[in-house]
C-alpha cells in the first residue's frame, strides 16, 4: 500500500511532464499519417511541425533510427503471440489478455516517464494495480477461484513485465546515446538478446526448480533464499479472487493510514519543502521495501555499499567516476553466477549441506 500510494503520487506530481509527453505521441502519429497519406497522393508534404511545445529534438539521424516496420511488425507479433499462449498454455480469455496489454502499454509509458525524471521505476508496484482491475474482472464473470488466480498472476505479469522491460530498455538507449551507438544497432542488439535470454531464462527455471523444489511445491519451505516479489504477487492474487478479504482489519486500517502519510510526503515535498532539502525527504518506496523483503542481508549489502560509494566518491571523485559502478556491477552479477553454481552444486550433492561446516549456523540447519 505504500508504495502503491508513493508512486501514483511521484506520478501525479510529474502530470505536466506526462501530458507533455502524449501530446508529443499524438503528433508524431499526426505526422506519419499525414506524410503516408501524401505520399499516396503524390503530393509534397506541407508542413506538419508540432507546436514548439511538444517538440524534442532527436540527435539520432534518420538512418541510425529503428525501421518502423520493425518494431510495428514486432509489436504485432508480439501481441498475437501473447494471445494465443495466454488462451492455450493458461486457458485466458482472450478479453482479458487484451485488457492486459493496454494495461502494459499505460504502464510502460508511466515507467519510463517517471524513471526519466522522479529516477522511481514504480512498475513493479503499479502492475499490482491491474492486479486489483483483473479480480474484479474475473469475480464477475464467476471464474473459478483456482483459474481465477492463475489468470490474475499471468495478466499482472503481461502488464507488469512489459513496463519493467520498456524501462530497461529506456535506459539501455540512453546509455547508448552517451555512448553515440546507433538506436537501430541497439535495437537489433536487444532482440538477439531477447531470443537467447528466452532460453537461457526458461533453463535456468529449471536448474533453480531442480535445486530448490520449494520453488515450485508450496509444502516445501525455502530455506536457501526467500522471495519477497513472489509471495507479494502471490498474496495479492489471493486477496483479489477471494470471496472475501482475507486480511485482518487492523492491518488494513495500518495501510491505509501509511499510505496516506506517504501521499503527504510527497504534496508537502512539492509544494512546501525548498528543492534543496528534497534530498531529506524519506523515499517510501524504500520504506515499503523494508516491509516485504524478509532478509536481513539484503538491507547490510545495501547499507555498506552505499557507504563504500559515499565515501569513495567523495575522497576520490575521478577514479569512482571510472570504477565505482563497474565494480557495484561486477559484485551483482558475481553473486548471480555463484547462485548458479550454488544450485548445481546442489543438485549434484555437493553443495555446503554435504561438505560444508555447520559452524555459526543455525541449530539444524546449514549455511548454504
Known amino acids: 500500500m505504500i508504495m502503491l500510494c508513493y508512486s501514483f503520487a511521484e506520478i501525479a506530481a510529474s502530470a505536466p511532464i506526462f501530458w507533455r509527453s502524449f501530446k508529443q505521441v499524438y503528433h508524431s502519429i499526426k505526422f506519419e499519417y499525414q506524410s503516408w497519406s501524401a505520399r499516396r497522393a503524390g503530393h509534397t508534404l506541407t508542413d506538419t511541425r508540432a507546436p514548439e511545445d511538444v517538440t524534442l529534438d532527436d540527435p539520432a539521424p534518420?538512418?541510425?533510427?529503428?525501421?518502423?516496420?520493425?518494431?510495428?511488425?514486432?509489436?504485432?507479433?508480439?501481441?498475437?503471440?501473447?494471445?494465443?499462449?495466454?488462451?492455450?498454455?493458461?486457458?485466458?480469455?482472450?478479453?482479458?489478455?487484451?485488457?492486459?496489454?493496454?494495461f502494459a502499454f499505460i504502464f510502460s509509458f508511466i515507467g519510463v516517464q517517471s524513471a526519466g525524471t522522479t529516477d522511481v521505476n514504480p512498475v513493479g508496484i503499479i502492475a499490482k494495480a491491474s492486479q486489483l482491475v483483473i479480480g474484479g474482472v474475473t469475480k464477475g464473470q464467476g471464474v473459478d477461484i483456482k483459474i481465477a488466480q492463475t489468470t490474475n498472476l499471468i495478466a499482472g505479469s503481461i502488464a507488469g513485465q512489459a513496463a519493467s522491460?520498456?524501462?530497461?530498455?529506456?535506459?539501455?538507449?540512453?546509455?547508448?546515446?552517451?555512448?553515440?551507438?546507433?538506436?537501430?544497432?541497439?535495437?537489433?542488439a536487444q532482440v538477439l538478446g531477447?531470443?537467447?535470454?528466452?532460453?537461457?531464462?526458461?533453463?535456468?527455471?529449471?536448474?533453480f526448480a531442480e535445486a530448490y523444489p520449494c520453488i515450485i511445491d508450496l509444502e516445501i519451505d525455502c530455506e536457501a533464499f526467500g522471495m519477497p516479489a513472489v509471495a507479494a504477487w502471490r498474496s495479492v492474487a489471493i486477496a483479489v479472487t477471494s470471496p472475501s478479504l482475507p486480511i485482518h482489519p487492523t492491518s488494513g486500517y495500518t495501510a491505509i493510514a501509511l499510505g496516506i502519510v506517504s501521499v503527504l510526503t510527497v504534496l508537502l515535498k512539492y509544494t512546501v519543502i525548498p528543492q534543496r532539502y528534497h534530498v531529506w525527504v524519506p523515499n517510501w518506496n524504500a520504506i515499503?521495501?523494508?516491509?516485504?523483503?524478509?532478509?536481513?542481508?539484503?538491507?547490510?549489502?545495501?547499507?555498506?555499499?552505499?557507504?563504500?560509494?559515499?565515501?569513495?566518491?567523495?575522497?576520490?571523485?575521478?577514479?569512482?567516476?571510472?570504477?565505482?559502478?563497474?565494480?557495484?556491477?561486477?559484485?551483482?552479477?558475481?553473486?548471480?553466477?555463484?547462485g548458479v553454481l550454488t544450485a548445481l552444486l546442489t543438485i549434484v550433492k555437493a553443495d555446503g549441506g554435504v561438505y560444508g561446516s555447520p559452524v555459526a549456523c543455525p541449530e539444524n540447519n546449514y549455511c548454504g
Do not use: C, N
Open 62 to 102: 534518420p538512418h541510425e533510427q529503428v525501421p518502423v516496420w520493425a518494431w510495428t511488425g514486432g509489436l504485432a507479433l508480439s501481441v498475437l503471440g501473447t494471445i494465443l499462449v495466454g488462451k492455450f498454455s493458461f486457458d485466458m480469455d482472450v478479453g482479458i489478455s487484451i485488457l492486459a496489454l493496454i
Open 194 to 207: 531477447s531470443v537467447i535470454g528466452i532460453w537461457l531464462s526458461v533453463g535456468l527455471f529449471v536448474l
Open 288 to 338: 515499503g521495501l523494508g516491509f516485504v523483503v524478509p532478509q536481513v542481508y539484503y538491507p547490510f549489502a545495501m547499507v555498506i555499499g552505499a557507504h563504500v560509494a559515499y565515501w569513495w566518491a567523495a575522497k576520490r571523485a575521478k577514479s569512482w567516476e571510472i570504477w565505482g559502478f563497474a565494480l557495484a556491477a561486477g559484485l551483482v552479477a558475481g553473486e548471480g553466477m555463484a
Open 165 to 188: 522491460h520498456g524501462v530497461d530498455m529506456t535506459g539501455d538507449l540512453k546509455t547508448g546515446h552517451l555512448l553515440r551507438s546507433a538506436p537501430k544497432a541497439q535495437f537489433w
